[in-house]
């Protein structure tokens, strides 16, 4: 009788006795998930609209998950420093970002010491908010809507500037995709951030720029702006007088916000995945949490985008767009 068969059933056997205890302890940790402290890295300093935004997910988390989560700013380089440490992390659950779209899809292209892909080196987990920004008219400018402000940039090619808070900024990104549909010729103005920015704008010595809604409302409201158009593809509830770019012909299609997400590191497990996202869309359905971010120029998203196509999307307007307008990475 020939023993080889069973023989090579019995060694079958034992290999997936073993292969179960293996795969047990990992089984019951993410069954059992989170059953230690979370650290949520945030990439931002503290007090900006991306660390509001992850302190609210801290919050969801803590709720949802009875999970202590504790917050670790982390902030350089737009976000890159502190998304290259959850790149890093072990894929277990414990280390995970509240980031942004800077970090999570523009700097990329952008920045030459940037060695993770957004795209592949991270696991989406869920998007958390919107960042509408607002092209606006300087104090020194008549014009009222996008269509006059088109006919005077054409008229006065290269003559007039916007400012961003920073080249490869979503700001940035957005105003050079305006230049790009209407086809004008308006010179870019990079700033270190917003305040100078704002204060150049309000004053009359800078023309136009791209600023969050935060920011633009006082200034809109007392009338040292003019609210051109959201960068949105629709309007947003707490500014329902203002168009979307995409509503004025010469901007039609238009649409290039930021957003805030929620993230982990490449080979997150979908158990923990499909927890923590269940854990985000119950959070961002609480009113209360919803009233808080609209209440902050963030209006909420439902958490269960498809963040890994919005990242997808977005990456690839920004490779076309650093091609127009010719940014080098540096």
């Known amino acids: 009788m020939n023993k080889t068969p069973m023989k090579r059933r019995s060694l079958l056997a034992m290999a997936a006795a073993t292969a179960a205890v293996l795969m047990a302890p990992t089984a019951h940790a993410q069954a059992n998930y989170p059953d230690k402290p979370i650290r949520l890295i945030i990439p931002f300093a503290a007090g900006g609209s991306v660390d509001m935004v992850g302190r609210i997910i801290s919050e969801i988390l803590t709720k949802q998950l009875n999970a202590t989560v504790i917050v670790e700013n982390v902030p350089g380089a737009a976000g890159v420093v502190g998304a290259q440490k959850v790149v890093s992390s072990k894929p277990d659950g414990y280390t995970l970002m509240a980031g942004s779209s800077n970090e999570m899809a523009g700097t990329k292209f952008v920045n030459a010491a940037q060695k993770y892909d957004p795209a592949v080196d991270l696991t989406p987990i869920g998007l958390a908010a919107i960042a509408p920004n ?103 509830a707490s500014m329902k007088d203002v168009p979307a770019l995409g509503e004025s012909p010469s901007l039609k299609g238009y649409a290039l916000n930021g957003w805030f997400a929620f993230a982990g590191p490449k080979g997150l497990p979908p158990e ?35 963040l890994a196509r919005i990242i997808r999307t977005d990456m690839a307007k920004y490779a076309d767009l650093v091609k127009f307008a010719k940014i080098t990475p540096e």
Do not use: C
């Open 272 to 306: 923990i995945v499909s927890k923590l996202q269940g854990a985000l869309k119950a959070g961002l359905a609480d009113p209360a949490i919803r009233e808080r971010l609209d209440a902050a120029g963030a209006p909420a998203a439902k958490g269960d985008e498809d």
């Open 134 to 236: 607002i092209w606006v008219a300087g104090a020194n400018m008549k014009v009222k809507n996008v269509e006059e402000f088109v006919a005077l940039a054409k008229a006065n090619p290269g003559k007039y500037s916007y400012g961003s808070p920073g080249i490869g900024s979503t700001p940035h990104f957005s105003g050079e995709l305006i230049k790009k549909i209407a086809g004008v010729e308006v010179a870019h103005i990079p700033y270190k951030g917003s305040a100078a920015m704002v204060s150049d704008l309000a004053g009359g010595t800078l023309d136009f720029g791209v600023i969050s809604q935060s920011l633009a409302a006082p200034f809109i409201k007392d009338g040292r702006m003019t609210a051109l158009g959201v960068t949105t593809a629709h309007r947003i």
